[in-house]
Each structure stands twice: as C-alpha cells, then as structure tokens.
C-alpha cells in the first residue's frame, strides 16, 4: 500500500508520468533512488515517548508557495509500535498551512479515539532540514 501511494505521488509530481503504476512498482528502487540524489535530507532518528506515553510526529508539505500539498502522521508507543497513521492531500496550500493542517488532524483522530483518553500523547512536528553537499 505504501509503494503505492508513492507511486501515485510519483505521478503527480510528474516522474514516470508517461508509465503505468504497474511498471513503476516494478521499477520502484530506481525510482526512489534517483529521486533521493537530488536534494540531501538530514535525517532525524526517532525518539521514543518515555513509558507507557505515546508520541505523534506528524508532517506537512507543499511543493510551491502555494502548491499541492498534503500531510502525514504516525502515532506510536515507547516500543515503536505503530497504533495509528495517516496520509492525505489537501488541496493548494503552502508548508506553513500544512504543518497546522497536519498537527489538527493528529489532534483529531486523538480525541476521537476511545481507547486513547487518559494517555499522554506528544505531538511532534516533523521540521526538514535542507542542506547542499
């Protein structure tokens, strides 16, 4: 599922435009490693919450002032476990609009949650950090 969202996100920037999905999963390392050359991203290693606390690290970003954008979360205990996740375009938006679009959601699917009242949860914004090498 996730090879295929990446690939419909391919599409939609323009690489492989003129390929099937079909053909671009099967291509798929190439695709990402071509990709991954352009541009270099520090990376940022994930801190686990403390006990039975959990943590949210959501994400948003557009490509353009505005341009299409959409936004991402994942929530997980202190083992690592993935308990939630969430991935959605939203429309023409600039960075600023969705790391807010992407911290309300989180926020949401928090307090809509049952099973979640009474935890403590962090949310973390993701923050990229461009560098040229």
């Not at 911290?103 to 461009?130: F, H, M, P, Q, Y």
């Amino acid at each position: 599922m996730v090879k295929f969202r990446i690939v419909w996100w391919f599409k939609h920037l323009g690489k492989g435009s003129q390929d099937s999905v079909q053909a671009l999963l099967l291509n798929f390392k190439e695709l990402c490693v071509e990709s991954s050359k352009k541009s270099r991203h520090r990376i940022q290693d994930w801190i686990p919450p403390s006990g039975d606390n959990l943590k949210f690290n959501v994400d948003g970003s557009s490509r353009g002032k505005p341009g299409p954008a959409g936004i991402g979360g994942v929530l997980r205990d202190s083992y690592g476990k993935i308990l939630c996740l969430f991935s959605f375009y939203v429309g023409i938006a600039d960075s600023n609009s969705t790391e807010i679009l992407a911290v309300r959601k989180a926020i949401e699917l928090v307090t809509t949650n049952i099973d979640l009242r009474g935890k403590v949860i962090s949310v973390v914004v993701i923050l990229r950090l461009l560098f040229r090498g």
